[in-house]
């Protein structure tokens, strides 16, 4: 059974059969309405809306090609944003909209300390402390 | 010997957890949850050891039928099924409040869960069967079987779309990030590569010894 489940897997992904995420341009090409997809793709910059009264989240989800419009209620992971990595699950509308259920952040592999930009941080803080003028 | 292994462990344990606190900034990105890598990784990475070790004394089994590799093969597992299900809780606990999910089933997360429950297997099987030297040979076989497995879960992110990011650290390049991330980074890998030695050491002895009066 093990080895079983283990040459599915290897079998599924050689044949693209078994895919983690759709991008928006395999999406764009053949959407099924009401069919449940995972959605993966960059945050488009200048495409979020986030409405903190209604809790409705808009943004558009690229890969370069094509781009998928996206709508969310509720509130988006800490490391949700522009330019960013996001996976989105949820289904595609008649009305031409993704709309999703659930949204997960994609974390790239870089781990930085923060240097130069915790020191500016700290200049721009002593500056607007001191009463500086701009 | 072992015990000076011992001492050496826990210090490296010891400076593992300064770095990881005190030494470690605050990531820019993730902030401190990010701080759950210095234990996420060692015990991953750790546990590939202790699974490779596993295969390595399973085959010596095979060819020269010495209790003692048996013995080293069943430590190792035990140890190893402790790594990487701790290793996926702590994973699971960052990727909450990172991805927005305690558990998702893209490739990597899939491939780790196989990992675990085929060696949590190994240790059933072992349990099952009342003949230690039939007992032992039908693990040796599984423990070389099952650590086909390591090489997908380290590659699944190549090879399949995942939220699971790339590795960080065992790549041809080197490390993606601060050296001051880096270094508490490898502190700990090794604190944790010695403490599975350490946990083998102690265990295969005991094991032995549970051998010997049996017999």
Redesign the interface.
């Known amino acids: 059974m093990i080895a079983a489940a283990l040459v599915y897997m290897i079998y599924a992904g050689v044949t693209q059969s078994a895919v983690y995420f759709v991008t928006p341009s395999e999406l764009g090409s053949a959407p099924v309405a009401g069919k449940a997809y995972r959605l993966g793709g960059m945050v488009e910059r200048g495409s979020l809306r986030w409405e903190p009264s209604t809790l409705s989240l808009t943004f558009a989800l690229s890969d370069g090609k094509a781009s998928v419009a996206v709508r969310h209620k509720g509130a988006p992971p800490d490391l949700f944003g522009e330019g960013r990595g996001a996976v989105v699950e949820g289904s595609w509308t008649p009305e031409g909209y993704f709309r999703a259920t659930h949204i997960m952040a994609k974390h790239s592999e870089e781990y930085k300390a923060p240097h130069d930009t915790n020191q500016a941080s700290i200049k721009e803080l002593m500056r607007t402390l001191s009463g500086g003028s701009r | 010997m072992v015990k000076t292994l011992g001492w050496l462990t826990a210090a490296a344990l010891a400076a593992g957890l300064v770095m990881a606190f005190g030494v470690a ?6 902030g401190n949850v ?1 701080r759950i ?1 210095y234990v996420h990784v060692p015990l991953i990475l750790a546990s590939y050891v202790a699974f490779v070790v596993l295969a390595v004394a399973s085959l010596v089994y095979l060819v020269r039928r010495d209790p003692a590799a048996d013995g080293v093969a069943h430590a190792s597992g035990e140890v190893g099924v402790m790594f990487v299900g701790l290793g996926i809780a702590t994973g699971s606990i960052w990727g909450k ?5 305690w558990w ?4 990597r997360l ?2 780790v869960a ?1 990992l675990f429950v ?1 060696y949590l ?1 190994y240790l059933l099987l072992r349990g099952t069967i009342d003949d230690p030297e039939r007992a032992a040979r039908y693990c040796a076989v599984l423990g070389i ?2 650590a ?2 390591i090489p ?1 879960v380290h590659f699944s992110v190549y ?5 699971h ?4 650290l065992m790549k041809p390049g080197g490390f ?3 050296s ?2 880096l270094w508490p980074l490898l502190v700990n890998l090794l604190a944790f590569i010695l403490l599975y030695v350490y946990f083998v050491a102690r265990r295969a002895r005991l094991l032995r010894a549970q051998a010997e009066a049996i017999a």
């Open positions: 900034p605050r990531e820019v990105t993730q990010q890598m409040p990172t991805w927005g999910t998702t089933w893209d490739a899939t491939s196989i085929m297997g079987v099952a086909l497995d997908l090879w399949w779309r995942t939220l990011q790339p590795p960080s993606t990030g601060s001051s991330i």
